[in-house]
């Protein structure tokens, strides 16, 4: 077999523009070529295996899923799909779910003293093997191993407790969702700026505006991330210098007297207007330890032509202002008494995700983007929330 070239991946990503990315590290013309010029809406995406809501899945399944994989929010999402859609069925009871503190396809990578990017998140070990055989045992061999009755529906780590936990089902029963407003006096770009992340409703606040510039975009420190090879190593990691960044805007909340764990789903909704007719939003949630270290525990991101709905788009007009609901993050961490929870806003984490070049054309097959600036909006009449899922103490 002739041996491909190695790829410098963290240039080849930098290239301009992306359909010829593959092409320009002299690879094979593919499914890549195809799929970056197909609309999120295109009937093709629901050939080939890829899932869709209606599409039959009538089997068992043991969801292996990593906090810090690029698919951890979906598979969760896809197994209460599953749970919920067939309600009180022999295929809803037969899907079980463990989520570990990992990067993808790392669990039998724990240690005693697990680090995922710079953060140690304690003995994250579980006997995977013995796990994966028991469940194929019952139900390929219909062995009466007893797998149901030993194995709780959902298995989850905690990081900061740095702990395996159990439930009936994720998010957990219990669940209450704290609202943390975004709140500043027009001043919220870097960590030194006076954002805030308020658990009192916003009153007569000022918004906040960066420039983003496509051909600088805010490097990707670590994240959810998979198969990128040198581009980005993934996992969680001190986000300090990025929050230095002017197009950073930083909004935290006072130290935690109490330690709260976070467990479940992280939903978004913030108010935004442009100089542009389309541009991205991205977010984190980061954990802001005692000595002001910021380590990143999700990300996501909205393309703001897609804000109702990826069937359609629907373009901008300069200077209005728009809801834009977030796609969900997720995570479960115990922020310990003394730690900050932080939301960091911006429009662009690459090469994480891609760079929107704000043109409103077709991204894919442009080579030069257009600097806009990008205003996020929270008061009274237009209050960007976050709500986070405090898990119920036992």
């Known amino acids: 077999a002739t041996e491909m070239p190695r790829v410098d991946w963290a240039k080849a990503l930098n290239h301009l523009p992306v359909s010829d990315i593959i092409h320009n590290v002299d690879g094979q013309q593919g499914i890549y070529d195809r799929m970056i010029t197909r609309k999120p809406n295109d009937p093709e995406w629901f050939k080939g295996g890829l899932w869709h809501e209606n599409m039959p899945i009538d089997v068992p399944g043991y969801w292996f899923v990593s906090w810090f994989d690029v698919s951890s929010g979906p598979n969760i999402e896809l197994f209460n799909h599953l749970r919920n859609g067939a309600k009180g069925s022999k295929l809803a009871d037969d899907q079980y779910l463990i989520i570990a503190p990992v990067l993808h396809c790392s669990y039998k990578r724990a240690t005693a003293d697990t680090k995922v990017g ?180 999700d990300e996501t991101i909205q393309r703001l032509r897609y804000r109702e709905g990826y069937d359609k788009e629907v373009f901008m007009e300069k200077g209005k202002v728009y809801k834009v609901n977030m796609s969900p993050m997720v995570t479960s961490n115990y922020f310990a008494p003394g730690h900050r929870i932080r939301i960091e806003v911006s429009s662009s984490n690459f090469p994480r995700f891609e760079r929107n070049l704000n043109t409103g054309g077709n991204n894919y097959d442009e080579s030069k983007g257009v600097a806009v600036q990008n205003t996020i909006h929270h008061s009274k009449a237009y209050p960007s929330v976050v709500r986070i899922p405090i898990a119920p103490k036992k």
């Open 118 to 297: 710079d953060l140690s998140v304690g003995d994250a070990r579980l006997n995977y093997d013995e796990l994966t055989w028991s469940w194929f045992d019952y139900h390929l061999k219909g062995e009466a191993n007893n797998f149901k009755q030993k194995n709780p529906r959902v298995r989850y780590y905690t990081m900061g407790s740095n702990k395996w936990q159990s439930a009936d089902s994720f998010p957990l029963p219990g669940t209450r969702m704290q609202e943390f407003w975004l709140s500043s006096n027009g001043h919220a770009n870097t960590r030194n700026g006076d954002g805030v992340l308020s658990a009192k409703a916003p009153g007569k606040n000022q918004p906040d505006t960066f420039t983003y510039d496509p051909m600088n975009p805010v490097p990707s420190v670590g994240g959810n991330v998979c198969c990128t090879g040198n581009a980005i190593q993934g996992g969680s990691f001190d986000q300090s210098q990025v929050e230095l960044r002017n197009d950073v805007l930083v909004y935290t909340s006072d130290s935690l007297t109490e330690g709260v764990e976070v467990t479940g789903f992280i939903e978004s909704t913030l108010y935004v207007s442009s100089t542009g007719t389309d541009s991205d939003i991205t977010i984190k949630l980061i954990d802001v330890h005692p000595d002001g270290k910021a380590y990143n525990l």
